[in-house]
């Protein structure tokens, strides 16, 4: 049995460590039509994968060894497709935010760049919220002329089939975009307090959405394509010149996954990355 003494050295006993984790990269043209890694680093509980493809795109996938995020934890990357290059970077999973534990949320910070006449794809896999989880995400992309980026973030709260939701929580997303070092467009997304109430507010019985950006020379020529494939479940706007931008609800990941996969691929005008498929 637990005496008082005890209990108050449980009480002061340090916080669980947090996870970190980092990773640099860089994609320059190679020798072959391919583009191949200019620059490498990675550190922490944030580790990349490269699968062997016959595209002309690097491909790069990121895996989180932690499992998750929760309160105090940080993820930072940094990746750049160099001029003349092609990059493509997702997850080799979801992202889980698990239920925070302490009063800090986890942070992740994402920033990318496309030199002239680069591409780049930022198509991570879905992030799955939890009751009482606390995630802060920034995102910022950097574009030179010439530049071409498509980016992606998909997000469901909890897991349907498991029977969950989420009541309480805190979710907050920032998208800054500059093109040629001028800001072009910046999103700030907050769901605090009862997400799933809040989503409802303007997507009754849904619980997943996606954000997507695309920055082309011909963006204003998919604009009709992309609300026809949304259809009543969201919309697009082309904001600038060369750069749209689309947000859409789903009832589920499943369904979201049924508009957003073959969207991105008719964006992307590529395949998306195989582990989307596993």
Known sequence: MLDRATLAETDRAPAPPRARGAVRLSAVPGPRAASVIGALRQEGSLKLLFPRGAGPSLEAVLLNTAGGLTAGDRMDVAAEAMPGAALTLSTQAAERAYRANGPKPACSLVRLSAG???????????????????????????????????????VILGRAAMGETVRRGRFRESWTVRTDG????????????????????????????????????????????????????????????GLMFARLTAPDGLALRRILVPLLETLGQADLPKVWRL
């Open 116 to 154: 002239e006449g680069a591409a780049l794809r930022w198509l991570p896999q879905e992030t799955i919220l939890f009751d009482g989880c606390a995630l802060d995400r920034t995102l910022d992309l950097d574009l030179a002329p010439g530049a071409r980026a498509l980016v992606a973030e998909a």
């Open 182 to 241: 001028r800001l072009a467009f910046a999103d700030r997304l907050r769901l605090e307090g009862d997400p799933a109430a809040l989503l409802a507010r303007s997507a009754p019985g849904h619980a997943a959405f996606a954000s997507i950006l695309l920055a082309a020379p011909d963006a204003a020529a998919r604009l009709d394509a992309t609300r026809a494939a949304l259809g009543r479940h969201g919309g697009a706007s082309l904001i600038a010149e």
